[in-house]
């Protein structure tokens, strides 16, 4: 009994010290709460959602798979079809690879107060001309209209809750420069076929760690699975560079390491395109995919 006089004595006498604590400097006794709280706060920024935002994941597509898809992957791409993988986005990812959620003002995953996609492109300025090449719209790569919607959108659902919600040039900037350091087709061969195993295991030899593949099927034979994205997962950084092992190894229209996927030629004409691409849905993307 003696010993529990003494425990319950000491309880009452720390919460007594937290109350004067609070009382005389409430702002402080704040601070401290929040620098002990396991995971509240963000080691590489001031956010709020460091508890479940985990690592990035950078999507490039290969157009000519984009804009001869069937649905829900597959778009009615106008203009240019590029011949080199673009960049689709650089997402948040939780622990569990799920989608950091897009920002929330009265849920707000940081504690910084993001640019609004309707102030974006200003920021964008320096950059426009290499995001047309790199991070097309390719509903239509060569509309001003188009791209500067797709920019606002990546903005919105992933970037204002990155590591840079008041810095979006910075965030683009981090995806450009991921995106140069690699061969543009990742030295696979257009019109070859693969095996989705195989795809993974050249991207990893030229990466470093382990890729996650994304198929689609062929808007003509949609028997036939295609090469549509291949993703790549970096730590938590800023800015990220660090590549990781992804944690799928695929996902889409894949059923297996072992699916036959084929690596889509370029077009070589828009007419040869539009044959292609005559019925399929014009979505910006798929509502199951980013």
């Known amino acids: 009994m003696h010993r529990y006089n003494i425990l319950a004595g000491g309880a009452v006498a720390c919460l007594s010290a937290a109350i004067t604590w609070y009382l005389v400097d409430p702002q402080a006794f ?16 001031d956010t709020v959602s460091t508890s ?48 950091i959620p ?17 102030n974006l492109l200003p920021y964008l300025q320096p950059i426009q001309e290499t995001l047309k090449q790199l991070w097309p719209n390719l509903r239509n790569s060569e509309s ?30 981090s995806a450009l420069n991921l995106k140069n350091g690699f061969d543009p087709a990742f030295q696979l061969t257009p019109g070859a076929s693969y095996t989705v195993q195989q795809v993974a295991d050249e ?12 198929c689609s099927k062929n808007k003509v034979d949609t028997k036939k699975l295609q090469l549509w994205e291949i993703r790549l997962c970096y730590n938590k950084e800023m800015p990220p560079t660090t590549v990781r092992d992804c944690p799928k190894d695929f996902s889409g229209r894949c059923r297996s390491l072992q699916d036959s996927i084929t690596f889509p030629n370029p077009p070589s ?6 044959n292609h691409l005559e019925g399929i849905g014009s979505e910006f993307r798929a509502s199951d995919e980013k």
């Open 269 to 274: 004409s828009s007419d040869e395109m539009e």
């Open 102 to 118: 897009p920002y929330n003002s009265s849920n707000p995953c940081t504690t910084d107060t993001p640019v609004s996609p309707e």
């Open 203 to 214: 991207v990893q030899r030229q990466v470093g760690a382990k890729p996650e593949i994304v």
């Open 52 to 99: 479940y935002f985990a690592f990035y994941k950078l999507s490039l597509q290969w157009p000519p798979s984009t804009c001869t898809s069937a649905p829900p992957q597959g778009l009615n791409c106008l203009g240019r079809v590029p011949g080199q993988f673009t960049i689709h986005g650089l997402w948040p990812q939780d622990a569990h690879d799920k989608g």
């Open 30 to 45: 704040v601070l401290y709460k929040l620098h002990f709280q396991p995971r509240l706060l963000s080691t590489s920024r």
């Open 144 to 173: 001003e209209t188009e791209n500067q919607f797709f920019w606002r959108e990546e903005w919105r659902k992933h970037g204002m809750c990155s590591d840079y919600p008041d810095k979006p040039l910075d965030y683009f900037n």
